[in-house]
């Protein structure tokens, strides 16, 4: 039964993108690799390479939104602008897309945004305070090394915490 409803939507789908001239790129391609705190670089480095294949980067830095109204007459008849319905679209199926890929842990602080730009933001400004927390956690332990412990020994334990 739940197959059947599956693929009724997806038929749905299909013919009501049909019947319109865009079409808006679907995921196929999973990241294999839910995001938490200790795989950004990896995780982006997957989601960058889907995206560029897919010449969504715009979305990104929100670099190309079209206006919501084209004249003063649709804004008052309230008649949005093709263009930004289409982008909107694809915007609101990168975001699924992209929390699809994330763990529990990360969802959390995505609650809220609402945009591809806004998640894609918040994740850069969320890891690189994580980035800067741990460089001045390093540079403390260099400067105050505990005065039992060897040069050795420090890189050892250093090397060791660095473990996944």
């Known amino acids: 039964m739940a197959s059947s409803t599956i693929e009724t939507t997806t038929i749905e789908i299909f013919f009501a993108f049909a019947s319109s001239s865009f079409l808006p790129h679907t995921f196929f391609t999973p ?21 560029r294949e897919l010449k969504l980067y715009h ?38 897309w992209l929390l699809a890929s994330m763990s529990n842990s ?7 945004l609402d945009s591809t730009h806004q998640i894609w933001s918040k994740l850069h400004v969320y890891y690189a305070s994580q980035t800067c927390a741990r460089v001045k956690q390093l540079r403390f ?9 060897s040069i050795t020994v420090f890189l050892f334990f250093f090397l060791i915490s660095r473990r996944p």
């Open 31 to 51: 990241i294999n690799l839910k995001l938490d705190d200790d795989n950004f670089f990896i995780w982006k480095h997957q989601v960058l390479a889907t995206i």
């Open 141 to 149: 332990q260099l400067r105050n090394p505990k005065r039992d412990r």
């Open 106 to 112: 990360i969802l959390t602080k995505m609650v809220g």
């Open 59 to 96: 979305f990104l830095d929100n670099s190309s939104t079209p206006p919501q109204f084209l004249n003063v007459e649709d804004t008052t008849a309230q008649r949005m602008n093709p263009a930004f319905t289409n982008h909107e679209q694809q915007d609101q199926l990168l975001v699924t």
